[in-house]
C-alpha cells in the first residue's frame, strides 16, 4: 500500500521561499502515475497545486505557475515542492498525493497534510 | 478552465435521511472525468468516486454518483453519523487538468 508523508518548515517569512518534501512509502516514483501537490487554506476549499509524471514532465495551476516548481528526486523516491515569493495568501494546508490507480488526474492516495504558515 | 460550482453550500440533515449534493461544470466535462471526495476536519480529502459514477475501493453503496456534462450529483441514500462531512467534486478532463469546487458541508440538523 502506497503512503506520502510531507515534511518541511512549518513557518516562512513573507518573500521568502517555501519548500516542501513528499517522501513515498510502498511505491517506486518512476513505476508510474502523476504526483501532485494540494493545498488548502484554513477553513476553505481545495487548490490544486501541479503534479509531475513519472517521467519528469510537469503541469502547474496557471494561477500559481510562475512561482511553483515541482522536481522528484528518484534516488530517494521523494518528491518536492517550492513555491517562491511568498504572501500570508500562501498559508495552508499542503498535501502531497498519488493518482488513484490507472487515472489520471484523479488523487486517490494523500498523505496527511502539513500546514505551512508564512509570517514574519 | 473549467469551474465548478458546488450547491449548496451547507445542508443541515439527519442520520437516516437521503442527502443530495450538486456540482455543476461551467463547460462540458469531457468523458464524465469528474470525482467526488469526502474530507473530515483534521484529514485529508478521501476519494469517494471517479468517473461521474465508479465508487473507489471500499467506499459503501449508500455513495453513489450520477450526472454527465456540465451536472453531476453525489447522493448518500442513508446518512451514517459519520458521513456528515464537506465533499468535494474535481474535474480532470480539462485545462488545466485538475480543479475542485468549492464544497458542500452536510451537517447534522
Known amino acids: 500500500q502506497v503512503q506520502l508523508q510531507e515534511s518541511g518548515p512549518g513557518l516562512v517569512k513573507p518573500s521568502e521561499t517555501l519548500s516542501l518534501t513528499c517522501t513515498v512509502s510502498?511505491?517506486?516514483?518512476?513505476?508510474?502515475?502523476?504526483w501532485g501537490w494540494i493545498r488548502q487554506p484554513p477553513g476553505k476549499g481545495l487548490e490544486w497545486i501541479g503534479s509531475?509524471?513519472?517521467?519528469?514532465?510537469?503541469y502547474y495551476n496557471p494561477s500559481l505557475k510562475s512561482r511553483v516548481t515541482i522536481s522528484v528526486d528518484t534516488s530517494k523516491n521523494q518528491f518536492s515542492l517550492k513555491v517562491t515569493s511568498v504572501t500570508a495568501a500562501d498559508t495552508a494546508v499542503y498535501y502531497c498525493?498519488?493518482?488513484?490507480?490507472?487515472?489520471?488526474?484523479?488523487?486517490?492516495?494523500w498523505g496527511q497534510g502539513i500546514l505551512v504558515t508564512v509570517s514574519s | 478552465e473549467i469551474v465548478l460550482t458546488q450547491s449548496p453550500g451547507i445542508v443541515s440533515l439527519s442520520p437516516g435521511e437521503r442527502a443530495t449534493l450538486s456540482c455543476r461544470a461551467s463547460?462540458?466535462?469531457?468523458?464524465?472525468?469528474l470525482a467526488w471526495y469526502q474530507q473530515k476536519p483534521g484529514q485529508a480529502p478521501r476519494l469517494l468516486i471517479y468517473?461521474?459514477?465508479t465508487r473507489a475501493t471500499g467506499i459503501p453503496g449508500r455513495f453513489s454518483g450520477s450526472g454527465s456534462g456540465t451536472d453531476f450529483t453525489l447522493t448518500i441514500s442513508r446518512l451514517e453519523p459519520e458521513d456528515f462531512a464537506v465533499y468535494y467534486c474535481?474535474?480532470?478532463?480539462?485545462?488545466?487538468?485538475?480543479?475542485f469546487g468549492g464544497g458542500t458541508k452536510v451537517e447534522i440538523k
Open positions: 498525493a498519488r493518482d488513484y490507480s490507472g487515472y489520471e488526474h484523479v488523487p486517490g492516495y
Open positions: 510502498g511505491y517506486y516514483i518512476t513505476s508510474g502515475f502523476y
Open positions: 509531475i509524471y513519472h517521467t519528469g514532465n510537469t
Open positions: 463547460q462540458s466535462v469531457s468523458s464524465n472525468y
Open positions: 468517473g461521474a459514477s
Open positions: 474535481q474535474q480532470y478532463g480539462g485545462s488545466p487538468p485538475l480543479t
